[in-house]
Each structure stands twice: as C-alpha cells, then as structure tokens.
C-alpha cells in the first residue's frame, strides 16, 4: 500500500530541499535496494518539470572495488564523479543500507585514500554551491533495529522528525544565529568536559531542512588555533564500518593532542589522516524536537535536541575557519539530564543547560515549542 508520507516528504525534497526547477536536472542517489521514496522523488522531479537521472550503489559491492584499490583507480574515479556531476543542476542522496559495517572489512589505508582522492573533493564540489544537494534516510529494518524499535514504530517517528515544521524551525533559529555571531568565547563544561574556544567573526548558519532530512542544527566553526581543554562525547560514532564509544579529546592550541576510544590506535589513525583531521571544522547545536536519543546515525544523531557536535576535520565553504582535510566526522555530545547534563556559555552567559535553552530570546527553540 502506498504510504501519503511519503509523497509528502518526496514534495519537501524536491520543492524545498533543492528547489527543483523546469528544465533542471537531478540525480537520485540511493544505497541499497530500488525503495518508494526514491519512486516518489522521481515522480516529484517530473510533475517540478525536472529530468530525474538515477545512480544506486551497495556496500558490500563497493567493498570489493575497495580492497584492491589504488591511486589510479582512485583518479579514473573522481574523474568520472566530476563528469557525472557536471550537467547536474541538484542532487538527492536517499540513505538506505544493505550493511555499512561491510566497510569494516576494506585496510584503512584504503578508506583513507578513497576518502582523500573521490569522497572529499566530490563532497567539496556539491558544498561550493554549483549543484544544489540533500540527503535523505528511508527507514529499513536495519534503522529500525539501530533505534532499538519495531519497524512500524520506526516508521512513524521517522516521519515525526523528517515533516515537521522547517518553516517554523527556521524562523526561530534567528535568535541563536544572532547571538552566536556577536560571541567570541565558547566554553562548554560536563561530565569529562571542560572546553574553550573562540567563533570570533564566524558565521551561524541555518539548517532548517534544505541540505538534511531530518535537519535540525545551526553550526559556526571554533577559530582554528583556540580551542582548548577537554571533550569527552557520549553518543556512539560509526566510521567505516567500526562503532567508536567513549571518545575523549584533548586539545591545545587548536590541535587534538590526545585521544582515546573503545579503539584508541584505531582512532589515532583516523586523525593521522592529514594535517586537518587533528583540528575542528565545526560546532554546532542540535535542535530536532523528535530527535532524542542516538540511533548511530549521524544523520539522526548530530541534530538530537540538547546536544551539540564539535567535528574534527574539514570546515564548510560557508563557515571557512581555514582547516582543510579530507575528513569531517560529526562527534556528538548529547547534554540533557538523562545523558550526565552540561552548560554551554557565550562570553560568560549561561546559553544552555542540560539541554534547554536558558535566556528568554532562545527559548522558542526548546523541543516543547518547536513540536
């Protein structure tokens, strides 16, 4: 039987997220098996009067292409990523999953030249603006068994956090937008963590639902060199095909000094990836009423309502803190009363605590009056 919500969130995606226009072409990207999202994304192309051209990949296939691979086979690649790309005017990722976990099993030095040579410069190219991109999760058994739920279940808060009210959320990120951009000092104090940092002269940016289904978050970046002290996350992080737990950072001078996991030479190597991957490219808050608990997805995760993320790697085009690398991992802190709490000040105010909001301008973006 075919499910409204999803024509409905098909709608969002086309007519919001990338805005499609008459004449313009879009690629559909799905992970996974042919599923209805991506049949009603197509439908929406042409009733916008769109081209919709279509690309489905697999993780276990593309475990194969990468245990052999190499720096040519990594040029031909791009190359081609490049071409692809070029007579798109939008793009829309549908994430559904056959197994990321069989990424696992590829050497890291081979995710780590795939990431340096394809992913990241493909990623740069949709991020400088000349194709308009969103990507989108389509709930399968695997989310729901990640959210700890039935699948029906999963389906109805799936769909509690993709439709909500973006219009609504985005006019109520003003206030924070606002109030990020006149801070200099960023100090954030919990259980493990005791962090400071400058967004001096840095841009917030609004995500209400344009570039992310769920969205939910309005990030700045630290001023590269200040960041000091320590952060320990407390939501689980998959990165190729390893869940990474317990995550403690410390940091001097802007640069992740020490660090340690569930896997700490694991995830030393991720950080020796470049220069870059040892300083942060982001912080942000998130802000998804629905959104409350980790699921091991970033894409749910880093916009879980009360948390923030602070991201080791490359920054964004439109937040240009001047680090550069070939990875961006979105560590997530979650600082509501069940997860230990926590406080978030902007040049000595208390912004927020334990996940809610404090000063009366900020409180429209509590998860009580977004819902």
């Given at each position: ?9 098909a ?20 992970t ?34 990468l ?12 190359a ?43 990623n ?5 603006g ?36 973006y ?12 109030r990020?951009?006149?801070a ?41 060199n ?17 869940t ?34 040892r ?16 699921m ?56 927020r ?19």
């Amino acid at each position: 039987m075919r499910d409204e919500r999803l024509g409905r969130l098909a709608r969002q995606l086309v007519n919001r997220s990338v805005a499609l226009q008459k004449g313009e072409h879009l690629l559909v990207s799905s992970t996974g098996a042919e599923n209805p999202l991506v049949v009603e994304i197509i439908r929406c192309a042409y009733e916008a009067g769109g081209y919709p051209h279509l690309d489905i990949q697999n993780h276990a296939l593309k475990k194969e292409v990468l245990l052999g691979y190499d720096e040519e086979a990594a040029r031909v690649d791009a190359a081609w990523e490049a071409t692809r790309m070029e007579g798109m005017d939008a793009s829309i990722s549908v994430v559904t999953t056959d197994n990321p976990m069989e990424m696992g099993e590829v050497p890291r030095e081979k995710l780590a030249l795939y990431a340096r040579l394809v992913g990241h410069p493909v990623n740069r190219r949709r991020r400088e603006g000349r194709v308009r991109w969103c990507v989108a999760l389509y709930p399968t058994p695997f989310y729901a068994l990640s959210a700890g739920m039935s699948l029906r279940r999963f389906e109805d808060y799936y769909f509690d956090v993709c439709c909500l009210d973006y219009g609504k959320m985005d006019r109520a990120m003003d206030a924070l937008v606002k109030r990020m951009e006149r801070a200099d000092k960023v100090h954030i104090v919990g259980p493990g963590t005791d962090l400071t940092f400058s967004i001096k002269g840095l841009p917030a940016i609004k995500c209400a639902g344009e570039a992310n289904i769920p969205d939910g978050e309005v990030y700045t970046a630290p001023v590269r060199n200040s960041v000091s002290g320590r952060l320990a996350y407390n939501a689980p992080s998959p990165h190729d095909g390893f869940t990474f737990e317990n995550i403690s950072l410390a940091f001097r001078d802007g640069r992740i000094v020490e660090a340690t996991a569930n896997d700490t030479p694991r995830i030393n190597h991720i950080f020796d990836t470049d220069e870059g991957a040892r300083y942060v490219g982001e912080f942000s808050f998130g802000l998804n009423p629905y959104i409350t608990f980790p699921m091991k997805d970033i894409l749910f995760d880093e916009k879980i309502a009360g948390s923030f993320h602070f991201t080791p790697g490359s920054c964004y085009d439109e937040c240009d803190n001047g680090n550069k690398s070939a990875i961006h991992w979105d560590l997530v802190c979650i600082q509501t009363p069940e997860y230990g709490g926590g406080e978030i000040w902007l040049d000595g105010e208390l912004i927020r605590k334990d996940g809610l909001f404090v000063p009366e301008s900020l409180q429209c973006l509590n998860p009580e009056a977004l819902r």
